[in-house]
C-alpha cells in the first residue's frame, strides 16, 4: 500500500514521537508513505482564528503539491492537520472562496485537490483489524487502555467523514486488536482544552483533570490518544491538572501498536514521555511471559502424554 503523507509540524518537535511510531507501524505493516515534496504548515489553530482564508491558502498549497506529485489521497497522522486540510478542500467548492485562496498563492490551485485522512483511518479501513491482529507478535493482554479521541478526529462529521462523531470506535477496536482490555469511557470526545493551554491553563486543566481522572475511575492502566495537542495536555500538563499524585502514563495509539508488533522500544520515542510508561511495559512483558511459560508447560505436558 502506498499514501501520500503529510507529517505535520508537532511531528518535527513536540511529538516526535508520534511521528516516529507511525512511520516505525507503516514500515512494519509495509504501507509505503510518500512524503508530500516542500510540505509547509497547516496553520493549525491560529491561522484559522486569524484569517480564515489565509488558513485555507496553507493547506490547499500542500494539498496542490500532493496532487501535483499525483497524490490522489493525503495521509496524516495529527487530527488538527487533518481538520484543516479537509477543511480547505470543503470551502473551496465555493468558487468566491477559491478565489481569495488562489490569489494569495504562487499558482492556482488544481480543480481537484486529494482527499485527506488519518492515519488512524487507513490502518482501521484500508489495511484492517484482522490483518493488524495477525501480525501481533506480542499482544497487550493483561492492561487496560482508556482511548482518548478529543473534539477533532470525527467532528465536525460532515467534514470528518470518519467513524462515529459521538463514539468513535477505531482506537477501540484496534487496541482489542492488539490483545488489550478497552474499558468504557465516556469522555473519549470531551474537549481537552487544547491550544487554550498556553492562553488559559486554569481552563485546560480543569478540562484535562477530568479527563484523566474518569479514565482512572474506569480502571485503566494506560489512555491512548492520536492528537498531539490532547497528548500534551494530558501527558505534560498532567501534574498541573491534577497533582502529583496520579501517574497515568498517556501515549499515542502508535506507540502500543509497534510494541504489539514486535518492534523495539527505541523506534517508538518512549523516552520523550513525560509520565513514565515503565511500569505499563513491565505488566505487558510480564503478562507476555506468562502466556509463554504457560504454553511451554501445556506442551511439555502433551508431549508427556504422548
Not at 68 to 74: I, L, N, Q, S, Y
Request: proline content about 6%; aromatic content about 4%; charged content about 25%.
Amino acid at each position: 500500500m502506498k499514501l501520500a503523507y503529510y507529517p505535520g509540524c508537532s511531528g518535527q518537535g513536540t511529538s516526535a514521537e508520534y511521528e516516529r511510531s507511525t512511520r516505525a507501524v507503516c514500515r512494519a505493516l509495509e504501507i509505503a508513505l510518500k512524503e508530500i515534496p516542500d510540505w509547509s504548515c497547516c496553520g493549525s489553530t491560529p491561522a484559522h482564528a486569524c484569517d480564515h482564508v489565509l488558513s485555507a491558502a496553507l493547506s490547499a498549497r500542500n494539498l496542490a503539491l500532493a496532487a501535483k506529485d499525483g497524490a490522489e489521497r493525503v495521509g496524516t497522522p495529527c487530527p488538527s492537520c487533518l481538520a484543516n486540510l479537509k477543511t480547505a478542500k470543503y470551502r473551496m467548492k465555493d468558487e468566491a472562496f477559491r478565489g481569495k485562496v488562489d490569489a494569495l498563492l504562487d499558482e492556482p490551485c488544481p480543480e481537484e485537490l486529494p482527499d485527506t485522512v488519518s492515519i488512524l483511518q487507513v490502518l482501521v479501513e484500508d489495511y484492517g483489524l484482522e490483518a493488524i491482529a495477525e501480525k501481533v507478535k506480542k499482544p497487550l493482554e493483561g492492561v487496560k487502555i482508556a482511548c482518548y479521541y478529543g473534539c477533532l478526529m470525527s467532528r465536525p462529521a460532515d467534514i470528518m467523514q470518519f467513524d462515529n462523531a459521538e463514539n468513535p470506535m477505531a482506537m477501540d477496536n484496534i487496541m482489542t486488536a492488539l490483545g488489550a482490555e478497552v474499558v468504557p469511557f465516556p469522555l473519549k470526545t470531551e474537549c481537552c482544552g487544547a491550544a487554550m493551554g498556553i492562553p488559559r491553563r486554569d481552563i485546560t486543566a480543569r478540562l484535562t483533570g477530568r479527563i484523566l481522572e474518569r479514565a482512572q475511575a474506569f480502571g485503566a492502566d494506560a489512555v491512548v490518544v492520536a492528537c498531539p495537542l490532547c497528548h500534551m495536555n494530558l501527558d505534560l500538563r498532567q501534574r498541573q491538572a491534577v497533582g502529583g499524585s496520579m501517574k497515568m502514563p498517556v501515549l499515542y495509539f502508535t506507540q502500543l501498536m509497534g510494541l504489539a508488533l514486535g518492534l523495539p522500544q527505541q523506534e517508538l520515542g518512549f523516552e520523550k514521555l513525560c509520565v513514565s510508561p515503565d511500569a505499563l511495559l513491565r505488566k505487558i512483558d510480564a503478562a507476555a511471559a506468562a502466556k509463554a511459560a504457560a504454553a511451554k508447560a501445556n506442551e511439555a505436558t502433551e508431549e508427556a502424554k504422548a
